[in-house]
Every structure is written in structure tokens, then in C-alpha cells.
């Protein structure tokens, strides 16, 4: 932190379109890696379609909406959330939240100074696509996690998410983490054809974050409102998630780059 206090590592999950589910891969990691030992907080800025905290069956009395009103800080509204993370909601259902102004995402992002001092690890929940809300939050992260399904539609709009971010962070960290695939080997096959464009066009070479199967107990869990980490720990797309945790959990220690404010003002300077 530019103020000499420690540093959460940061990392931004996002996905070029909505439906390959980006909010259930957050909320389950954030659950793995608290049950690691982590102090973790998942802060939803899936401004305008939030839905972590119906994920963890909370109901929130404020969200992020108050804390952009002014009417509150970040740990303000921080909610316990199933598995002992931390959850800051987002807010669902007001359009005037999915489109901020420059002014309003800087004072949100230097916000999450705050939260860096209570955690180990500060997972941002972004929305789906390349809108500047999007890229703020992903150019904050130390770490951008791009999630993406086999689906075609899904795949192409990954690439174009990590074309737009890449464009404006040269030396992003990006991982792709491919989601509900019948196995391991179309998990990789999808990667593989992504990472393929982005090496020859981008000049980028993307880390395998893993994949998820798609597994009927998920959807189980979904219908329950609860982490299906929690829900089926046993289950395949239980332990694909517990082997990104491991990986992440590793790289917590690693070396920050530069501070948070600073990687945003370059961004909103470009």
C-alpha cells in the first residue's frame, strides 16, 4: 500500500459474457482458500447484476450501491458469508450502478485500500464484458482470472475481454479458468485454442488457471443458495476448485507490483 501498511494480493474475476458461471467460481474459491487459512474478502463489483450474496443466502442491509451514495465506507457493509470469508454485495437490479462515472470508480477503487489491511487475499468479482467498470477493477488486480465455458459464443468473448485488457495492462497476469466442460480434456482443448490467438496476436501467453466440470451437484447447490464446496465437498467440481485454491494459495506470498492507486491512476490516465 502506498501508505506503508500491508498488501492484500489482489485478483480480479471476470468472463467476456455472463452465464459460465463467474460468480459461483468466486464465491466457492473464496470458500476454498478461507478453509486454507486465508483471510479472504470477496468484494461483488458486478455492479447492476450482483449475486453472491443470493449464492450464500445472505440478505444484505446495505451493498455497494450505499457505499458509492457516499452513505457508507467498504467495511461498512462486510458481511460473514458462509465457509469464513468476507463478502462485500454488490448491487442487483439499478442501472445506474453498471455505468459509473470516472470520479465514482476511482473513489470505489482507493476504497479498497480498507480492505487490503484485513486480508490476505482480495478477490474482486467483476461484471461480464469489456465495459470500463470491468477494466477499473481488473486493472487493480494483481492477478486478472478470466472465466469462460466451452461454448463458442463464451470463447470468443474471453478473447476479447483479454484483447481489451491486455491493451491497457501490457504486463497483466492472466489465468483462464475454463468452466462447465464434460472433462479435463476439453478443459484443456479450450485453453488451448484461446492461448493459441492470444500468442500470436497479442503477443501474450495466458496461465492455466484449471477447469470445472459440469456437474449436476452444483446446480443442487446453486438451487440451495450455498456453496457447493460446502454443499458436495467431494464432488469433482469441488476438488477442481480446492487445486486452484492450492495454486493460488502458493502465489499469495509473491512480490506486489506497484500499488493499487498507482496501477488505477495509469489506467484511468490512459
Not at 463467474?22 to 473464496?30: M, T, Y
Not at 479498497?112 to 484485513?118: D, F, G, P, S, V
Not at 464432488?235 to 477442481?240: F, G, I, P, T, Y
Request: glycine share 8%; net charge positive; proline share 4%.
Amino acid at each position: 500500500m502506498e501508505n506503508g501498511g500491508r498488501r492484500a494480493r489482489i485478483v480480479s474475476i471476470s468472463s467476456g459474457k455472463g452465464g459460465v458461471g463467474k460468480s459461483n467460481v468466486a464465491v466457492n474459491l473464496a470458500v476454498r482458500l478461507s478453509a486454507m487459512g486465508r483471510k479472504v474478502i470477496l468484494l461483488d463489483a458486478d455492479l447492476g447484476t450482483a449475486n453472491a450474496d443470493v449464492l450464500c443466502n445472505l440478505t444484505p442491509k446495505a451493498t455497494l450501491a450505499h457505499v458509492v451514495a457516499g452513505r457508507c465506507g467498504l467495511r461498512d457493509v462486510l458481511m460473514d458469508a458462509p465457509g469464513g470469508f468476507k463478502l462485500v454485495p454488490g448491487a442487483s437490479g439499478l442501472a445506474n450502478m453498471a455505468a459509473l462515472s470516472e470520479f465514482e470508480r476511482a473513489r470505489l477503487v482507493q476504497q479498497m485500500q480498507e480492505l487490503e489491511a484485513q486480508s490476505d487475499l482480495l478477490l474482486v468479482d467483476t461484471g461480464a464484458g469489456v465495459s470500463p467498470n470491468v477494466l477499473c477493477f481488473a486493472a487493480a488486480a494483481d492477478q486478472q482470472l478470466v472465466i469462460t465455458s466451452p461454448e463458442p459464443t463464451a470463447v470468443t468473448d474471453a478473447y476479447a475481454l483479454i484483447k481489451t485488457l491486455v491493451r491497457q495492462q501490457p504486463q497483466a497476469d492472466v489465468r483462464i479458468l475454463v468452466n462447465m466442460v464434460r472433462d479435463a480434456v476439453e478443459g484443456r482443448a479450450v485453453f488451448d485454442r484461446i492461448s493459441a490467438v492470444s500468442q500470436r496476436f497479442l503477443a501474450l501467453r495466458p496461465k492455466f488457471a484449471g477447469h470445472v466440470p459440469h456437474d449436476a451437484r452444483v446446480v443442487m447447490a446453486v438451487r440451495r443458495r450455498r456453496p457447493f464446496v460446502l454443499d458436495s465437498p467431494h464432488c469433482e467440481a469441488s476438488q477442481c476448485i480446492g487445486q486452484l485454491a492450492h495454486r493460488m494459495d502458493r502465489h499469495a506470498a509473491e512480490p506486489r507490483g506497484e500499488g493499487l492507486i498507482r496501477r488505477v491512476a495509469v489506467w484511468l490516465a490512459g
